[in-house]
């Protein structure tokens, strides 16, 4: 099983930006489809983005379509979550994930592996 950490998250105005990190450890991000997922305070967890092993594809939730970049680096086993125009409605812990397949999805079921999560806050 893959170990993550995330970095990144902190204390951000509204219309900041953030760029969330997720570092592996243990086996290679290549060749699985990874997600980030967040949870605000009394809300269920809640998919945000995806993106193939290869990067070339990618799927966001409408929530942060057009504000938001997933990449990733497999040479060094990061994969990234580029936030933009933060709205406080973004407040929430955001956390990575892995799949076992290279098949990009949006399905919470399909991710295996979790990181702990960082915390991302944005004030209005």
């Known amino acids: 099983q893959v170990q993550l950490v995330e970095s990144g998250g902190g204390l951000v105005q509204a219309g900041g930006s953030l760029r969330l990190s997720c570092a592996a450890s243990?086996?290679?991000?290549?060749?699985?489809?990874m997600g980030w997922f967040r949870q605000a305070p009394g809300k269920e967890r809640e998919f945000v983005a995806a993106?193939?092993?290869?990067?070339?594809?990618?799927r966001y939730a409408d929530s942060v379509k057009g504000r938001s970049t997933i990449s990733r680096d497999n040479a060094k086993n990061i994969v990234y979550l580029q936030m933009n125009s933060l709205i406080p409605e973004d407040t929430a812990v955001y956390s990575c994930?892995?799949?076992?397949?290279?098949?990009?999805?949006?399905?919470?079921?399909?991710?295996?592996?979790w990181g702990q999560g960082t915390q991302v806050t944005v004030s209005s």
């Open positions: 994930a892995a799949t076992s397949s290279v098949v990009v999805t949006t399905s919470q079921s399909r991710f295996g592996s």
């Open positions: 243990g086996r290679t991000l290549s060749y699985r489809a």
């Open positions: 993106i193939g092993w290869s990067g070339a594809i990618t």
